[in-house]
């Protein structure tokens, strides 16, 4: 035959025979059974000793960790917990577990059940409740590669506690933090490290209902007790609370009642049951604000952001209320004061009507004229320039702007009501410029 004809006819043997290739692939997966019997079966390991420390000496365990968010459903506040859907993953090296890979062929082994290997006693120092998913499958695997290295990847869902401080609430950032430690290993049996390159990964499409996901922090959290030392991993999650949603629920309503309080200045003062009725009506309206606010929060001992706003705005509405009772007890005493006018009224035409010359008239009738002396004394004059300084200093002085304004109003009950209009509006924005200032630049100090 000629040279080279062989080779095509054992291709051709192949091709025609897809059966064999099959049976080569099925033979191959035996291997792997193989190896994992030969790994893991009786006698051969003992899943309750830890792998060997580094280089196979007797030094703690490093097992390396990494998690990925999926999800945060919720931050509560009112309870200070968060939930969070994670992938969680551990990878240590334990030697026992080496076997051969055929060529590279065998890239790793994968289990499912993780009570056949040695598994690090890790837990969550923080978790509230947690469980595991198992739809469709346990969402769980371990693979073992041939170096001896064990991957464990888990999804979890976890209720972690997450303690707030609401004093700048809602102009608040919160730091929720994740804590995983070693429950029975200390840190000379076993020692949890981050990945090296990326040890936290977040999803990309992470949408949180009213917070904002800024920055997260790695570190340890190493615990002392009377047993000993224990290895700890942390993760500080930052979240900034979305202020657009207070805003239009909470602010801004509150304003709004605040300048309807006001209208009662504009209405006459002797409409008393629409004053009446309007200061009420925004008074309840706030208070209920005040209350819907508060029940969403927890009973902390300190003050919260929210509290002086809601607080000051009550004032506003309460001291809108209590002038129209101020203008009310004014426009009586004007009142009064008018009645008391028109009853001495008659009594001063008619003294005004006596002609004065009749003062100089005696009882019997005669007429009685003063003389008066050609030659001024001294004192007399002195007397006189005294008399016309003082009536200088008597003269009224110049009424200032103000008061020649506020005297276009007759009443004082008039005077209180235009005096409302603007002493609020101008103490309510003064509160504002405050308020503003002060929550926003301690918000910057503490992100510092």
Known sequence: MWPGVLPLLVLLAVLLHPSRCTQIKVNFREKEKQVLDNILGPGRYDARIRPSGENGTDGPTNVKVNIFLRSISKIDDYNMEYSVQLTFREQWLDERLRFNDFGGRLKYLTLTEANRVWMPDLFFSNEKEGHFHNIIMPNVYIRIFPNGSVLYSIRISLTLSCPMNLKLYPLDRQICSLRMASYGWTTDDLVFLWKEGDPVQVVKNLHLPRFTLE??????????????????????????????????????????????????????????????????????????????????????????????????????????????????????????????????????????????????????????????????????????????????????????????????????????????????????????????????????????
């Not at 500080?236 to 609370?241: E, G, I, N, S």
């Not at 805003?247 to 008393?272: E, R, T």
């Not at 969403?296 to 809601?310: N, Q």
């Not at 003269?395 to 008061?403: A, H």
């Open 215 to 448: 920055k997260f922090l790695t570190d340890y959290c190493n615990s002392k007790t009377n047993t000993g030392e224990y290895s700890c991993l942390k993760v500080d999650l930052m979240f900034k609370r979305e202020f657009s949603y207070y805003l239009i629920q909470i602010y801004i309503p509150c304003c709004m009642l605040v300048i309807v309080s006001w209208v009662s200045f504009w209405l006459d003062q002797s409409a008393v049951p629409a004053r009446v009725s309007l200061g009420v009506t925004t008074l309840l309206t706030m208070a209920t604000q005040t209350s819907g606010i508060n029940a969403s929060l927890p009973p902390v001992s300190y003050t919260k952001a929210i509290d002086v706003w809601t607080g000051v705005c009550l004032t506003f509405v309460f001291g809108a209320l209590l002038e129209f009772a101020l203008v009310n007890y004014a426009s009586r005493s004007d009142m009064h004061s008018d009645n008391i006018k028109k009853q001495f009224a008659p009594e001063m035409e008619h003294s005004s009507s006596i002609d004065p010359s009749s003062e100089l008239l005696e009882p019997d009738g005669s007429a009685n004229f003063a003389m008066k002396p050609l030659v001024r004394h001294p004192e007399d004059s002195m007397s006189m320039d005294k008399l016309q300084q003082c009536e200088i200093h008597m003269q009224p002085r110049k009424k200032n702007c103000c008061r020649s304004w506020l005297s276009k109003f007759p009443t004082r009950s008039k005077r209180i009501d235009v005096i409302s209009r603007i002493f609020f509006p101008i103490v309510f924005a003064l509160f504002n410029l405050v308020y503003w200032s002060t929550y926003l630049f301690r918000e910057e100090e503490g992100n510092e």
